[in-house]
């Protein structure tokens, strides 16, 4: 039996009925059109090396089959088949309309032969046991309806000797910068958001998940719970954001 974790229970409406994976599917099919705007926009552009440096974690590994996890509009598969050289990259998530941007994003950058989107659950993972060479997560962790059933699937489909990379919101301990970033999460950027997607609720849910979700060496205790070892995090940008990394 998994255990529960605080932000397994977090969700975008609470006045709803719906489990967690319907209402995070619906909440990114509404803000999918805007959703890379929004990303660069709130973060200043700082999140496209924030991927850079997670999968420059894969590179000694030359990884040939890769399987990003809560893919969105395909930001991580894209920026992998370009540093990576990997083959093939299968990217899986729950909202459809997100898929439908990355698929454009990919068909545009002429990588359809290297990219598969599809529609995939990460507590489900569609594929046999030791399929992938490497597994990443970028910003979709905190969004698992089960965080270690998540996490168990994802050790099941990697290779032995493959590796899990996970990019994730963290919540920086510098005083005077934690006081501003929780100002900035919980007023400016639904305020930012709220005024460019019409959908407010969708970054005060942000906020909240990243407040509960057990980071740093919690999360890295995840990892070795759920069978990974040789496993690490790495602040980046005073705490904003981590990597986390797992070898099975």
């Keep these: 039996m998994s255990e529960q974790y605080a932000h397994d229970n977090?969700?975008?409406d609470k006045a709803s009925e719906q489990s967690k994976k319907k209402q995070v599917a619906e909440m990114f099919d509404d803000i999918a059109p805007r959703y890379d705007f929004l990303n660069r926009f709130l973060s200043a552009g700082i999140d496209v090396s924030w991927r850079r440096k997670a999968l420059a974690k894969l590179e000694a590994l030359k990884p040939q089959l890769m399987l990003d996890v809560a893919t969105g509009t395909g930001d991580v598969a894209i920026m992998a088949a370009r540093q990576l050289q990997l083959q093939k990259i299968i990217g899986i998530d729950i909202s459809e309309k997100m898929l439908e941007g990355g698929r454009e994003k990919v068909k545009t950058k002429g990588l359809e032969q290297i990219i598969e989107l599809k529609s995939g659950d990460s507590e489900t993972i569609n594929f046999p046991d030791n399929t992938f060479d490497a597994v990443t997560v970028a910003f979709g962790v905190r969004n698992f309806e089960?965080?270690?059933?998540?996490?168990s699937e994802i050790y099941r489909v990697l290779k032995p000797g493959g590796r899990l990379v996970v990019l994730e919101f963290?919540?920086?301990?510098l005083p005077g910068v934690t006081q501003a970033y929780q100002l900035y999460m919980?007023?400016?950027a639904p305020q930012v958001a709220g005024a460019f997607s019409k959908n407010k609720k969708a970054y005060q849910y942000l906020n909240k998940s990243?407040?509960?979700f057990p980071e740093g060496k919690n999360f890295v205790a995840v990892l070795n719970k759920t069978g990974f070892i040789n496993t690490s995090c790495k602040p980046l940008t005073l705490g904003i954001c981590t990597i986390y990394c797992g070898d099975k």
């Design 210 to 212: 990243i407040n509960a």
């Design 10 to 12: 977090v969700v975008p």
């Design 146 to 151: 089960n965080l270690e059933k998540g996490i």
């Design 170 to 173: 963290s919540k920086p301990k």
């Design 186 to 188: 919980s007023i400016v």
